[in-house]
Every structure is written in C-alpha cells, then in structure tokens.
C-alpha cells in the first residue's frame, strides 16, 4: 500500500491543483538539479570506492563500477539507468529547443549537460537503457526539427549529433574494450542452454545476471501462467509458485536465488491472469495515448522507454518505478486536461 499511494497522491496534487503545467521549466529545473545530483554521487562514488575505480581504468570487472556505483545511491542499476535514459532525452529535447530559438549562450551549457548526462549512461552501462537513450535522442530531433527546420537544417543537426554520439562512444570502447564485448558476444552468448543453467559449473560466475537467465525465468514464469491463465495464482502467491515452478522444472540455481520474474507482463499474467496483463498493458499504452494527443516527443519516448524497460524487468512492483511512473503520467495529464491542448504548439505557447 505504501508503495502506491504516489499513484493517488501525485495525480490529486498535480491534476488536483487549478495551477497549469510549465511543462519546459519542470523540465529544466528537473534536469539541471538531477544532473548535478548524479555528478556529486559519482563523485562521492570515486572518493570510497577507489579500488573500483582503479580496477575499472584499468579494464578489469567493467561491469562491476556501474551497478556497484548505481548500489551507493540506493537504487538498483537497471533503474537507475532508466531514470538517466529519460535524463538524456529531457536535456535533448531542451538543447534542440534553445537551437530552434537561437539562445547560443544557453545552448552551450546545455550541450554540457547533455554530454554529462551521456557519459553518467555509459558508466552505469545496463545495455536496454543504452538503446532506449539513443532511440530517444533521434525521435526527438526528428520530431521537434521536422515542422520547424529546414531539411537541409534538420540533416545538418541530426549528423552532427550522431557523429557526436559515434566518436564519444567509439572513445568508450578504445579506452574499455569490453564494452564491445559485452554488446556482441557476451549480451546473447549461451542461448542454447535456456532452462538448463545447471550445466554451468558455475552459473553464478558465468551467467547470473545474463540476457540467457532472464529468458530461462521468463519460459519458467510463462508456462507456469498458463496453468492458471485466466485469473492467476494471486499477488500473495506469485513469487512463491514461480519458485515452486524452478523446482518442479529442476533448475536449481534459479530456486537458489529466487528470482523474481523481471517482466511485468509476466509477473501481472502470472498473477492476475489475462485481466492482470490488460490492466498493464492499460497503464502503459495510456502513456502512449497521452503523447500523441500532446503531440510531444518528451511524453511519447517515455512510452517507449517505459513500455520496453518493463520486458526486462518489474518496475511496477518495485516503488521507484511506481514514483517514477505516477509522477511523470501524473504531469503529463494535468499538462493535457490544465492547457487544455492536443498540439505540441499550444503546449510552447503555454511555456
């Protein structure tokens, strides 16, 4: 219950209150101070963890600095770095928004945030996020430079940023190479052993938190959801059956660890049954609803983000993906029903 009151209390408070929606200055200030914050914990981060550190510069356990960095905040690394996915698309949208309007001076300390908010990703590096960031970034050149920009404008920007992307991320992987490793190789390695992990000699070693495992929990949670498809084992039960099911399949190694399902299409299917997956599927496409009639890029790559970032895990049982999403759909609804407006142009007018 705790965790959701944020779905009652940000929708009262934000849709509640008579005050319209600055959408560009919520947007700002949320960049400008969750930028910083990231900076001032990375930093904190280097000053008691310079083993970390050290073994990172040297490319060794690349993959341990960016979840044992996302830990030091309190926050799990795949959603943290759903939180700077968005990040980097907020200060996108805010720099092609000033480009369009010609503010060079500001401009250029929003390219800088851009550009940090980029680097803070790629430390944390959880790969979904990764694309989602980059995805993100071309939807909303497009979509704020199509109608307001020349062509020859729009290929312009869209190059220079690309090439901007190619060369810092080209950069990354010269300096750790097992970052091109990681998204070749290692991301789809093994897939002929899903449902068998205990042939490793050591999953824990090899393949605990790889793409192979979450398939094999999503096989085991899939047909364990269609024994009971149409109203689900309970929301008190579903951990404890899908734990059940890792045993009855012989797959010790998930039932040691107990993993939870990492999909909340799933988890809900498993639960709730068909009902549980519409009522998802409900929550989420409303997001989508909400930013064609905006006709904004901001709301509809949260969709995207959002929509694919719980195929890789549960973010609506867990309460910073509850906040996350409560508060950002609570703001985009009171932007809708307070302004009054269906266009992206009536949105600038009321910024």
Not at 228 to 239: H, N, Q, R
């Amino acid at each position: 219950m705790e965790k959701r009151m944020s779905m009652l209390l940000f929708p009262v408070i934000l849709i509640g209150s008579p005050i319209k929606i600055n959408f560009k200055k919520v947007l700002t200030y949320y960049s400008i101070l969750f930028t910083c914050l990231l900076v001032v914990l990375l930093i904190r981060f280097l000053v008691i963890e310079p083993e970390l550190v050290s073994k990172y510069l040297k490319g060794i356990h690349l993959w341990e600095m960016g979840y044992s960095f996302a830990n030091s905040t309190g926050v799990h690394a795949p959603a943290l770095n759903m939180h700077v996915a968005f990040l980097v698309v907020v200060n996108t949208y805010l720099a092609i928004r000033y480009l369009i309007e010609s503010s060079w001076k500001i401009l250029n300390y929003r390219t800088l945030l851009f550009l940090i908010s980029v680097f803070l990703l790629l430390i944390i590096n959880t790969r979904l996020a990764v694309a989602n960031a980059f995805i993100g970034i071309f939807l909303v050149l497009f979509l704020e430079l199509f109608k307001k920009v020349s062509r020859k404008k729009l290929v312009t920007v869209t190059a220079s940023t690309l090439a901007v992307l190619i060369l810092m991320v080209f950069a990354f992987a010269k300096a750790f190479p097992y970052i091109t490793k990681k998204y070749t190789t290692v991301t789809f390695a093994h897939m002929d052993k899903v449902g068998k992990l205990d042939d490793f000699e050591n999953p824990e070693g090899e393949v605990f938190n790889s793409f192979v495992t979450r398939v094999s929990i999503w096989k085991t949670a899939w047909e364990r959801a269609q024994q009971d498809i149409w109203i689900g084992v309970g929301a008190a039960d579903g951990k404890d059956e899908l734990n059940q099911a890792y045993l009855d399949t012989d797959q010790q190694f998930l039932a040691k660890y107990k993993f939870p399902t990492h999909n909340q299409y799933l988890d809900f299917l498993l639960k709730f049954g068909l009902l549980g997956l519409l009522a998802v599927l409900l929550y989420v496409l409303n997001i989508l609803w909400l930013g064609w009639r905006l006709q904004h890029s901001v709301v509809l790559f949260f969709f995207v983000l959002f929509f694919t970032s719980n195929l890789t895990d549960d973010f609506l049982i867990r309460y910073d993906g509850i906040t996350f999403s409560a508060l950002w759909i609570s703001i985009f609804s009171a932007l809708f029903i307070k302004n009054d407006c269906s266009t992206s142009q009536s949105i600038e007018k009321s910024s």
